[in-house]
């Protein structure tokens, strides 16, 4: 139990109408997977979760066993109160970032103020500098962007 059905004819298919033709059930609750082994080989690359993918009512037809066996499990899961662990990502704010906090609390303020997706792409931006120079150049290009609430790819 717990393998997840891929459809490998869906690749192949170079147009098709979205939702019309298309079904995919993903369960990430339980994770419809034995261990995280499992889990990890089911996962699709880019989906983030185990599934399966359906391109006809036929398909799911013939497949309705597994299907109710994996929402069954989720639910038992979900009553067992079991839940996935993630770890959060936590990118290191660079010295040069804290020490214009210290010096500008307006400043630190306002990149609080951005969307946690935002201020990752600003810690990515400025720690991928080597040289505490070209960092500190970084964070002070960046400041009217983050005063007007702009994330490091916005444009106006």
Known sequence: MGKALLHDGWKKRRHHSGLQRILRVGLLSGCAADGPEEAAGAAWAGS????????????????????????????????????????PTEFPVPEELKEKFRNDPRFKRAFEALTPGRQRGYLFHFAGAKQSGTRTARIEKAMPAIFEGRGFLERR
């Open 48 to 87: 983030g979760g185990a599934g399966d993918k359906f391109t006809s009512a036929k398909e799911i037809a013939t497949k309705a066993a597994t299907i109710k066996a994996y929402v069954r499990e989720a639910v038992a899961a979900e009553k067992a109160g079991m839940k996935v662990e993630t770890k």
